[in-house]
């Protein structure tokens, strides 16, 4: 259904450039070269919505945030498409009609996306039923790590001898004779997860039972955690092997594609963006004069220490009595300037020299204090795992929960964050830039 809103998108625009240019496309059937040229760019455009993860199921919690992601979509797979229309001299003629219906299909697959997902709301997915199955403590552990949503439904099932039970309920009859395995069935459940290990020799019946019954079989070893890793399965002779390794965020090729992102992002904006930040300078001098930045140590990535860059919007004595104090709203300690500074977000605008010097990066996990660093370590086991990559200017949590939380709200920023790890993708990071300067224009940001 996605692909074919999003071909209609593009065919409605496709008509409305034509209207516009008073262009007809269909010369382009005419010059030898161009048919092939056009076909080339659209499937490219296919396929990198596809290869992104467009047609499956989306990030997205809302329509506008659906959007968004459709705008960053659209954005990395008309590049290809812009270059050929520039580079290639056969589509010289029609290269304006071109690259407005490219830009028009941009808004009109953005448009046919947000009706869809507000469909969608309308009809919200069926909900999970869960089973769990094992020792009674480990029953009780899985469903916190599991990604569930406030309408799926647990059905907790200890067994307190597993292993016996299985080895009585085997003797006297067949695997559908289990007794966990008929509150399965009794209870509807679409899932089962299993927290210990099966005789190989049942596996083929319960593998029968299961999928007869529509109910996906899986096991969960609660002593393995994919933290700060993933995992691959694989058989060796008679064993399963399981094979650790890197998230993909960082690996050697993850680490240059967003540094060129960073970088082919942040000259540019550096230069456009002098004139507005050399203003801020000058306000900021006027109102409460000098230092204009503000410099503050932060924890970066492998732990490693920085000075993050801002542009002062505190008294200069802010904390000369009191120590580390964490931000809120409502600071009374901001000057007058630094109040609409920090309303709008630009106080943050010189982090793009960070990120220049490669101390930080467009998108990321927010840098916090080596004071707050400490304490949130002894409260989060998992905190860490924020300082496996460059901590960004905007990142996941950033566009999901307010600039300035309160410390009871750092697990839920962490979870966001490691989200963000665990699913990163260069188009993740194109629909966080989106969002936030989209936020930044309606100052909604901060």
Request: glycine share 6%.
């Amino acid at each position: 259904m996605l692909f074919g809103l999003d071909i209609a998108g593009a065919a409605a625009a496709v008509c409305v450039a034509q209207y516009i240019t008073h262009e007809n496309l269909a010369m382009l059937a005419a010059i030898p070269g161009a048919p092939q040229t056009v076909l080339f760019g659209a499937l490219f455009w296919i396929l990198l919505f596809e290869r992104i993860g467009m047609y499956r199921r989306s990030f997205s919690t809302s329509a506008r945030d659906e959007v968004y992601a459709s705008l960053a979509a659209s954005a990395l797979s008309m590049l290809p498409a812009l270059i050929l229309f520039f580079v290639d001299p056969i589509l010289f003629p029609l290269r304006h009609t071109l690259v407005l219906a490219l830009l028009l299909a941009a808004i009109g697959i953005s448009f046919m996306r947000y009706v869809a997902h507000s469909g969608r709301q309308r009809f919200p997915r069926t909900p999970r039923r869960i089973a769990i199955v094992g020792s009674p403590e480990r029953v009780s552990a899985v469903p916190g790590e599991l990604s569930l949503l406030p309408s799926d439904h647990v059905v907790r099932i200890p067994v307190e001898a597993f292993d016996d039970d299985i080895a009585a309920s085997l003797l006297e009859g067949e695997v559908a004779d289990i007794s966990w395995l008929k509150i399965v069935r009794e209870r509807n459940c679409d899932e089962l997860i299993v927290t210990e290990a099966l005789p190989a020799r049942m596996m083929p019946e319960l593998l029968r039972y299961t999928e007869g019954n529509g109910i996906t079989l899986a096991f969960a070893p609660v002593r393995i955690r994919p933290h700060a890793c993933d995992f691959t399965i694989r058989r060796d002779g008679g064993l399963a092997l399981l094979y650790p390794r890197s998230l993909v965020i960082c690996t050697p090729g993850a680490e240059a594609a967003r540094r060129l992102l960073d970088l082919a992002l942040t000259i540019p904006a550096l230069v456009l963006l002098a004139p507005l930040m050399g203003a801020v300078a000058l306000a900021v001098y006027l109102d409460s004069g000098g230092p204009i930045l503000y410099r503050q140590t932060r924890i970066g990535r492998r732990g490693k220490t920085f000075d993050i860059l801002k542009f002062r919007t505190m008294r200069v004595d802010a904390e000369s009595a009191s120590g580390p104090v964490w931000a809120t709203h409502g600071e009374s300690r901001t000057t007058r300037i630094g109040a609409k500074l920090r309303r709008f977000s630009l106080d943050e605008l010189p982090q793009l020299l960070n990120v220049l010097r490669g101390e930080m990066s467009l998108v990321g996990p927010r840098p916090e204090r080596p004071f707050y660093v400490e304490q949130f370590r002894k409260m989060l086991p998992r905190y860490d795992e924020r300082h496996l990559v460059r901590p960004g200017i905007t990142g996941w949590s950033h566009i999901h929960m307010e600039r300035n939380v309160d410390t009871s709200a750092i697990a839920e920023r962490l979870s966001y964050d490691l989200f963000y790890l665990e699913h990163w993708s260069i188009f993740m990071d194109m629909l966080i830039l989106c969002k936030t300067a989209a936020e930044f224009l309606f100052h909604s940001a901060a």
